[in-house]
């Protein structure tokens, strides 16, 4: 008999692999496995630990003797991989640099890459453990949903929910396809004869057989090694009945996985349930009720909506992507349900890592896989991002809560290691420290206690320059002398009374009298008081109108319970002006104030800086309007006067209007008004023309008074608008104005010497002017000559010729005649 010894170091899980051992007469068969089973962590502290006050420890590392545990915070979710804005595309690249799309499930092989069913871009994505994605393949993908790796062979399967098919990847990425025909249906048979309908999630059970969540066609559908489909379980009809096989009802199956009893668990999305299927194919209604909704507990009452992809640890809790609930819960295996990851509302990056999963957010999460260190990987769908839960690290509790560690040491939740240097003194406490990697946990129970050194110096609170003094407080064995380092700071007398001086930082030391080398030392700070400040000062209002008051109002910044404020002038303080606001009376534009804080709160006075100045601003003046005339000094009566506006700055336009100003002269006068007064030239207060700078007649009467009226919008509210100076119209006596008639005139309608005008007439309302032809016959006569003769007689027009006058004045007064030639 020969005796074979096969030993080494396993660097690679493998299961049921054949060896064949050649002897020189026969040859045995025989399999080999490597369980792909990490030990969980076995740790242990050292159990009594006894440190001294100020001296900084030897770091208190737990000694693991089980499977390793990862450097990570528990409870941490971070993102791995996906853009950080949640957009959604197709690139390669390191964490956040690279994009997908949609994508559905994840598995997770020996090595720690992550394989991602990218489900839009119709590509299979690798993420390596330092976060690298690449693209492993786009062959022969066609929307990848599910997707399970092998535990032997390392090879990929991946469900495509378009073409019906399960295709198969090498870990070299040669691609094949390992079962269904392309075409809807739900077909039995040897490979590439089975059909399905739109398949999602897979699972590997022990024998190395492939189930199928065919959701399509309400099935959950197996694939033996060697290809073969067959339907264990689902009638093909729409319900929720529980059964043998066949006799049994789903609703879109989506998600699967092993419990550690062997039982298929089923996330049946439709009916909101959780279904198990037990090896011998009879399937029950596990958790869940088909009304769907959010409640956590026991699996009797507690609630999903549209449970997707699961997840096993290898302590038998499941893991459930709640889709609609935006949630990861957690099913343990006494039947307890929790939330694990996720809110109540989607979101994208709000949560991640700050060490609360419960605040994390998550948009429609799919796709679970869990590692051996005890991370949890999660699809996020339409955040289109993948994510993680890290479930591995150290956690502290203590018989104290909350949990305190000794003032100046800290836990490191990733290493466990607990380092710093105590501060003070503590009584020995009982802490508990728990270590988890993906196999299980362990927890060491120890005690920390901190004594106080030969000679010990209490720490300082932070003081400030006026506090009083106060002692030193000291624990030693032996007599102690006290020394300041900075006497400039605080000074201390032999029995320890320090005083403070001024603000710094300094040390106070205490030294045993019969061993210098014994002493503590501590800092002292003194803080000086924050000088206050005037933050701002305002005005309820700036612009200075004639018997106004100005309200300021200052806003000061540390100024202490009863400030004192100071009001300056000019510079010049004002007396009593001593609040936080002053009412200047009657103030000047030229005027400038400025104001001070005083905070009288402490030992001494705190004075501001003064504040910037206050600048007041003068009312603008009233704008002016002066009017002069041409020609200048009396006229002759029907003489054109001409008004002209200077040195006049209006704020407003005057838009004019047509209008009839008085009788016998059209004119324009303004419509634009401010207070009802219109805006342009006034004849005796009422409007007679445009806003224009000038304005000319010759129909004004002796005493007419002509004025100029512009806008103002007046700051100070006063007076709207400003009237010019007066011109009071004069003329020459009549006798001084003689009436010399045009000889001439041609009235033919264009608008040029269509009337016979004669000047200074208008001055001789009861005049008689008559026009007769060469043989004496009367073709004109009118008393007043208001509207001067048009070249008509009794509405004809006369033909071109030689006519004659003859205009009587007044009464006593000469008749002037001669003759006029009509010009046509």
């Not at 008004?643 to 209007?657: D, G, H, L």
Request: some cysteine; hydrophobic content about 35%; overall charge negative.
């Amino acid at each position: 008999m020969k005796t074979v010894t096969i030993s080494g170091q396993i660097t690679k899980l493998r299961n049921n692999v054949l060896w064949r051992l050649l002897f020189s007469v026969a040859s045995v068969t025989f399999s080999l496995s490597a369980f792909s089973q990490i030990l969980p962590p076995l740790i242990d502290y050292t159990p009594t630990n006894i440190y001294v006050a100020k001296t900084t420890i030897t770091p208190l590392e737990p000694n693991n003797s089980g499977g390793p545990i990862a450097r990570v915070t528990r409870g941490l979710v971070s993102t791995v991989a996906g853009a950080a804005n949640g957009t959604p595309g197709n690139a390669d690249g390191q964490g956040d640099l690279a994009k997908f799309n949609e994508p559905g499930g994840l598995a997770v092989d020996a090595d720690g890459n992550v394989y991602v069913a990218d489900r839009l871009n119709n590509a299979i994505r690798k993420i390596t453990p330092a976060g690298l994605v690449t693209t492993f393949s786009n062959t022969g993908l066609s929307h990848p949903w599910g997707i399970k790796i092998h535990p032997q062979s390392g090879d990929i399967y991946v469900s495509n929910d378009l073409d019906n098919r399960i295709v198969k990847f090498t870990p070299a990425g040669v691609f094949s396809v390992f079962a269904g025909n392309g075409t809807a249906g739900s077909t039995n048979g040897a490979g590439a004869m089975a059909s399905f309908r739109t398949p999602h999630d897979l699972l590997f059970d022990k024998d190395g057989n492939l189930y199928v969540a065919d959701s399509g066609n309400k099935l959950v559908r197996k694939i033996t090694p060697a290809g073969i489909v067959s339907t264990i379980a689902g009638s093909g009809a729409t319900g929720r009945t529980d059964g043998d096989g066949a006799f049994a009802s789903f609703d879109t199956p989506v998600g699967l996985t092993l419990d550690l009893a062997g039982n298929i668990v089923i996330g049946d999305f439709s009916n909101n349930l959780i279904r198990k299927m037990t090896p011998a194919g009879k399937v029950s209604s596990y958790a869940g009720n088909f009304a769907g909704g959010y409640r956590d507990g026991p699996i009797a009452i507690a609630l999903f909506d549209d449970p997707s992809h699961m997840t096993t640890d290898y302590q038998g809790n499941v893991y459930i992507s709640d889709s609609r609930n935006d949630r990861i819960r957690k099913v343990t295996p006494e039947g307890m349900v929790s939330t694990a990851v996720g809110s109540l509302t989607a979101g994208s990056n709000k949560g991640d890592g700050v060490g609360d999963p419960l605040q994390a957010k998550l948009n429609t999460p799919v796709g679970l896989a869990y590692d051996k260190f005890a991370n949890l990987y999660i699809t996020d769908e339409y955040n289109h991002k993948i994510k993680k839960l890290a479930l591995g690290g150290y956690t502290i509790s203590s018989t104290s809560l909350p949990v305190t560690l000794p003032e100046g040491l800290v836990f490191d939740e990733k290493t466990g290691i607990i380092s710093g240097r105590p501060t003070k003194p503590q009584v020995a406490t009982q802490y508990t420290v728990t270590g988890y990697n993906g196999f299980g946990q362990s927890e060491s129970t120890f005690t920390i206690q901190v004594v106080l050194p030969n000679v010990y110096l209490s720490p300082f609170l932070e003081m400030e320059v006026c506090d009083p003094d106060f002692d030193a407080v000291v624990l030693s064995q032996f007599p102690v002398t006290y020394t300041s380092s900075n006497t400039n700071v605080a000074t201390v007398s032999n029995t320890g009374r320090i005083a403070i001086i001024g603000p710094g930082k300094m040390n106070i030391r205490a030294t045993s009298t019969l061993d210098i080398t014994e002493y503590d030392e501590e800092e002292l700070v003194v803080t000086d008081y924050i000088t206050p400040a005037i933050l701002s000062v305002t005005a309820d209002k700036t612009l200075i109108c004639p018997g106004t008051n100005v309200f300021f109002k200052a806003v000061a910044s540390d100024a202490g319970s009863t400030p004192v404020y100071e009001w300056f002038r000019n510079g010049q303080l004002i007396p009593g002006a001593d609040s936080d606001t002053y009412d200047a009376v009657n103030p000047s534009a030229t005027d400038k104030y400025t104001v001070k804080v005083i905070n009288m709160d402490k030992c001494y006075p705190l004075i501001s800086l003064l504040s910037n100045p206050m600048s007041l601003t003068a009312a603008p003046p009233a704008p002016r309007a002066i009017i002069g005339v041409s020609p200048a000094g009396p006229s002759c009566m029907g003489t054109t006067l001409t008004f002209t506006a200077q040195n006049t700055t209006p704020p407003n336009p005057i838009n004019p209007a047509a209008a009839r100003a008085y009788s016998g002269k059209d004119a324009t006068s303004a419509t634009n008004s401010v207070g009802g007064i219109a805006m342009g030239w006034y004849v005796n207060d009422m409007p007679v023309s445009t806003s224009s700078s000038s304005f000319s007649s010759d129909k004004l009467k002796a005493g007419d008074v002509v004025t100029y009226v512009i806008p103002w919008n007046n700051p100070c509210g006063l007076a709207k608008f400003v009237t010019s100076n007066e011109i009071k119209v004069e003329y020459k006596n009549t006798e001084l104005c003689s009436i010399m008639p045009p000889t001439a005139f041609s009235p033919n309608g264009d608008g040029v010497n269509d009337t016979w005008n004669i000047d200074y007439l208008v001055g001789f309302p009861g005049c008689q002017v008559r026009i007769f032809n060469r043989f004496g016959l009367k073709l004109y006569d009118s008393t007043g000559y208001a509207n001067p003769w048009d070249g008509k007689s009794n509405g004809v027009s006369l033909p071109s010729g030689t006519y004659y006058y003859v205009i009587a004045l007044e009464k006593d007064m000469e008749t002037v005649s001669g003759s006029i030639t009509i010009i046509k």
